[in-house]
């Protein structure tokens, strides 16, 4: 029997180490079209939009996207296989691509916003790259296999801004037009690396199996998980969405922008080498904790100074602090399901991160625009405490569980 388990768990890692090169080769084609939309959307927003207050909801609609494919991903990925759901995905990648170029070429800002919430369907879709890597994997194996999904994100942090910067003025006057040509190509190519993906439907016994969903996400450690990942993307989410359009009322250029999103993604992704690793030695809780410290952190640079150096090194410390504190969060709710019960679990996370996210989207643009880009860093404080304390409450409630293991064990020398 023993034998059998490690035969199990050496084939399923195997299987696991094929599936991750290919996802993250994904992860760093969906990154690249995410990138575009990131640097570019606000500006567009603010070319676009009837009021410059609105200059971030096309940001936010990426967001509301984001929000909104989760649950239907998990669904697909149950009842098809996650192969499907990602094909679908990359789709949703391609018309963002084409509908946000022909939106910029007829000055349309509803079109362009549709065109976000297309990309942020993508990015819903490739949010379970990281969980697909896990599928089958030993307990060992699965936070490096999420992390190194989540590495491919270098990539897209030199990928997208560099895609922006060669194509942003190729139509002129229409600015940013041919990028979102190109990014539609990318999707194109993410279709094609992630039809090779080893990820068979699941079998019936799996549709019907395991605990109600509530019954999981009543846990203390699903609570914390989500919690922490709710922190850690919205807060991040926020000061990156504002940024790009905080730097251009600082009268930096467009150039600048581009600079600090670039390295923004390469410190996102950059850690994830090593990060699963950290949470292995460290404990998946040391490792959240330090990113949402960093955040605090990055909120602090952007709080002292208003120079492209200020700008860049918050936005490098941010993205250190959102990989630690999200890669970190997902490895806490792998602990939390059973194999079985992972697409409904992991959809529901994903849903909880991206909901909150929307909703705060939507408040970037007015904090920025009738408050300022030292409001947008303030904000990240309160939220920030909050995770710590949870986190802290979470290992009290956990050692405390262990104690009383203990103390129900029979004694053998009575």
């Not at 606000?42 to 649950?71: E, F, K």
């Not at 993307?233 to 359009?245: K, R």
């Not at 390469?266 to 990060?275: D, H, L, N, Q, R």
Request: proline content about 5%.
């Amino acid at each position: 029997m023993i034998d059998t388990t490690v035969a199990e768990e050496i084939a399923g890692d195997a299987r696991a180490k094929a599936n991750v090169v290919r996802l993250a080769a994904a992860q760093a084609l969906t990154g690249a079209n995410s990138a575009v939309i990131f640097a570019t959307g606000s500006i567009v927003g603010a070319m676009l939009a009837p009021d410059i207050s609105l200059a971030t909801v096309p940001l936010s609609m990426y967001v509301v996207g984001l929000a909104a494919g989760t649950l239907p991903t998990g669904a697909i990925s149950r009842a098809y296989g996650r192969r499907v759901a990602f094909i679908i995905g990359t789709g949703c990648g391609v018309l963002t691509g084409l509908l946000g170029a022909f939106a910029i070429l007829h000055g349309s800002f509803p079109l362009f916003c549709c065109a976000t919430f297309l990309g942020g369907l993508y990015g819903a879709v490739s949010q379970s790259y990281r969980f697909a890597a896990a599928d089958g994997a030993s307990a060992e194996y699965r936070p490096k296999a999420v992390s190194w999904v989540m590495a491919g994100g270098v990539f897209a942090g030199v990928l997208g801004p560099q895609l922006v910067q060669w194509t942003m003025d190729i139509w002129p006057p229409y600015l940013f037009a041919f990028s979102f040509v190109v990014q539609a190509i990318v999707a194109l190519v993410a279709m094609a690396v992630l039809s090779g993906i080893d990820a068979p439907k699941p079998a019936l016994s799996d549709l019907h199996g395991g605990r109600p969903l509530f019954e999981i996400v009543r846990q203390p450690r699903f609570i914390a998980a989500a919690l922490c990942g709710v922190i850690a993307y919205p807060m991040m989410n926020l000061v990156m969405t504002s940024a790009p359009l905080a730097m251009k009322m600082c009268g930096l250029s467009v150039s600048d922008s581009n600079f600090g999103i670039q390295w923004h993604i390469v410190a996102m992704y950059g850690p994830s080498f090593f990060t699963g690793s950290l949470i292995a030695r460290f404990g998946a809780r040391r490792i959240v904790a330090t990113g949402l410290l960093l955040e605090a952190v990055a909120a602090t640079i952007g709080l002292s100074g208003i120079t492209a150096m200020h700008f860049w090194a918050t936005l490098i410390v941010l993205g250190v602090g959102w990989n630690f504190g999200f890669v970190g969060a997902s490895a806490l709710v792998l602990e939390t399901h059973r194999p079985q019960e992972r697409n409904k679990v992991q959809a529901f996370n994903d849903f909880l991160v991206f909901g909150m996210m929307a909703v705060g989207s939507f408040s970037s643009g007015q904090l920025l625009a009738n408050y300022g880009w030292s409001a947008v860093n303030m904000v990240v404080y309160p939220p920030v405490l909050v995770g710590l304390a949870v986190l802290m409450l979470a290992s009290f409630a956990r050692r405390r569980a262990r104690l009383q293991t203990v103390d129900q064990i029979p004694d053998p020398s009575i």
